[in-house]
């Protein structure tokens, strides 16, 4: 009696390469994609662990760390280098006034970059707007375009915090000034700010050494007091040029690709982009918005 010997022929074999080569070729991006992203929420969640204690020292004090001997330890919590994860080195609160938290990565996928928490007191209640060099495609949701509004103060799944029985400062320019005022509310000195074409915040005067922001959509607003969402504060000089500039009817009106079309509006009726420069846009100007819009 003859025994068959049975088995696999080539083409069965190749396809069944051919599908795993399929399944691996989709599956292996999409894991990648999962650890990128996993690392990126371990320093989210190191940053955020900081912020109640961050939000309860504002209420508190009516200000954030500023100039303290130890930022971290004003707010009762550990040393940087103490708050650490597999794939974050550390965070820090900044000592500046500015109570921003910083976490920095440094191995995995994000080696070198950073995500930073930045607040804004809003009527008792402190924000959080998120931010980071990390690539598009890895960031936490929140952070897609460089804004967050997480809130720590109200609502039920946020943490209630007792505010400070003492109204804060309310914060004011070197001359006085109150963060919100508009050209017409500015001193006479302070009208003078970005004129001669200053180079550097050095070549201004003291009385010129304040933030402004640009209130208002992209193309419909005014200059204010106040701080921007992400501009440099080494470069504020550049906005109080573009503040001068635009009161001084120096603005004209810009068709939708960015190109000047020579007709100039009063100020502030006018349709140049805060940001000026030819294609300029309205994400582009999200920088120099005020933090608080």
């Given at each position: 009696?003859?025994?068959?010997?049975?088995?696999?022929?080539?083409?069965?074999?190749?396809?069944?390469?051919?599908?795993?080569?399929?399944?691996?070729?989709?599956?292996?991006?999409?894991?990648?994609?999962?650890?990128?992203?996993?690392?990126?929420?371990?320093?989210?969640?190191?940053?955020?662990?900081?912020?109640?204690?961050?939000?309860?020292?504002?209420?508190?004090?009516?200000?954030?760390?500023?100039?303290?001997?130890?930022?971290?330890?004003?707010?009762?919590?550990?040393?940087?280098?103490?708050?650490?994860?597999?794939?974050?080195?550390?965070?820090?609160?900044?000592?500046?006034?500015?109570?921003?938290?910083?976490?920095?990565?440094?191995?995995g996928n994000h080696a070198g970059k950073f995500l930073r928490l930045t607040p804004t007191e809003t009527d008792g209640a402190v924000y959080f707007d998120c931010t980071t060099d990390i690539e598009e495609d890895w960031r936490p949701s929140n952070c897609e375009d460089g804004l967050g509004g997480e809130e720590v103060g109200g609502g039920e799944e946020d943490v209630s915090i007792t505010p400070h029985t003492t109204e804060p400062a309310v914060a004011t320019t070197p001359s006085g000034t109150a963060y919100g005022t508009s050209w017409g509310g500015l001193t006479a000195e302070e009208k003078m700010c970005g004129t001669g074409n200053p180079a550097a915040n050095s070549d201004e005067p003291a009385e010129c050494q304040f933030d402004v922001c640009w209130s208002g959509t992209a193309t419909k607003g005014e200059w204010v007091v106040g701080s921007p969402s992400g501009f440099s504060a080494d470069k504020m000089y550049e906005l109080r040029k573009r503040m001068y500039s635009f009161q001084h009817d120096k603005w004209k009106e810009r068709d939708e690709s960015g190109a000047p079309t020579g007709v100039k509006f009063e100020p502030p009726q006018t349709d140049r982009r805060c940001l000026g420069g030819d294609g300029s846009v309205d994400d582009s100007c999200k920088n120099q918005k005020c933090s608080s819009s």
């Open positions: 009696m003859k025994r068959l010997h049975k088995g696999f022929t080539l083409i069965e074999l190749m396809i069944v390469v051919a599908i795993i080569g399929i399944l691996a070729a989709v599956a292996i991006p999409q894991y990648q994609n999962y650890v990128a992203r996993a690392q990126v929420a371990e320093g989210f969640s190191l940053a955020g662990g900081l912020k109640t204690a961050l939000a309860e020292y504002h209420n508190t004090n009516g200000v954030f760390p500023n100039g303290t001997p130890n930022a971290h330890s004003a707010i009762g919590i550990e040393d940087s280098d103490a708050i650490t994860g597999k794939y974050v080195t550390g965070v820090t609160v900044s000592n500046d006034g500015e109570g921003t938290i910083t976490a920095t990565f440094g191995s």
